[in-house]
């Protein structure tokens, strides 16, 4: 197990890092037997501390969780506390195992990340800046695709539908209510 704790735009101290990795390995140790990396950041917004803890399981789940508070041990049990409310959900709904050998056969995929930027010869003119990042499209019902969006606290989830076998996206709309679109071409 890895466990990272950085500061961003802040100095973390020995005792805060010790107090995040400590919880944050009783955590992993009491609900997740698989060796998994985990990254802790916290940074601070004004006067206000923030902390995202970020678990990389296996088979391409990432479960997220954000904490904020003006006292950054407080912003890191907040982040910790759904962290746990998170992997408790998971592991009630992941329990077929041969739903997780389907995992294993993910197709792979680019996802690419789209910046645009103002120019300095007109104001109307912008320039795309792309970030390339190698990602999985994993096999998965509806509902599992939904918790992944859920778990991930992320806006858009593709992935490919274990009932069809076509390309199928998950999404995050406006009123809070998930979104789903089903590729027949």
């Known amino acids: 197990m890895t466990i990272k704790v950085f500061g961003k735009g802040v100095d973390l101290g020995e005792s805060l890092r010790e107090y995040a990795e400590s919880r944050t390995e009783n955590l992993i140790e009491k609900y997740i037997a698989e060796e998994i990396d985990t990254n802790v950041t916290v940074h601070k917004d004004s006067r206000i501390f923030e902390t995202e803890v970020c678990l990389y399981l296996n088979k391409g789940f990432?479960?997220?969780?954000?904490?904020?508070?003006?006292?950054?041990?407080?912003a890191v049990d907040i982040a910790l506390e759904r962290l746990e409310e998170r992997i408790k959900k998971h592991k009630n709904r992941i329990k077929d195992k041969s739903r997780r050998s389907e995992?294993?056969?993910?197709?792979?995929?680019?996802?690419?990340?789209?910046?645009?930027?103002?120019?300095?010869?007109?104001?109307?003119?912008?320039?795309?800046?792309?970030?390339?990042?190698?990602?999985?499209?994993?096999?998965?019902s509806v509902s599992e695709a939904v918790m992944k969006l859920d778990l991930t606290e992320m806006p858009v989830v593709m992935f490919k539908n274990s009932d069809s076998g076509r390309i199928n996206v998950v999404y995050k709309r406006p009123d809070n209510h998930i979104g789903w679109i089903d590729y027949k071409g």
Not at 62 to 74: E, F, H, L, T
Not at 117 to 139: G, R, T, W
């Open 62 to 74: 990432v479960i997220k969780a954000n904490g904020a508070s003006d006292d950054p041990y407080r």
């Open 103 to 140: 995992w294993a056969r993910a197709t792979e995929a680019t996802r690419y990340i789209i910046e645009r930027k103002p120019s300095s010869n007109d104001a109307d003119e912008e320039h795309l800046v792309i970030a390339e990042q190698e990602s999985l499209i994993l096999p998965l």
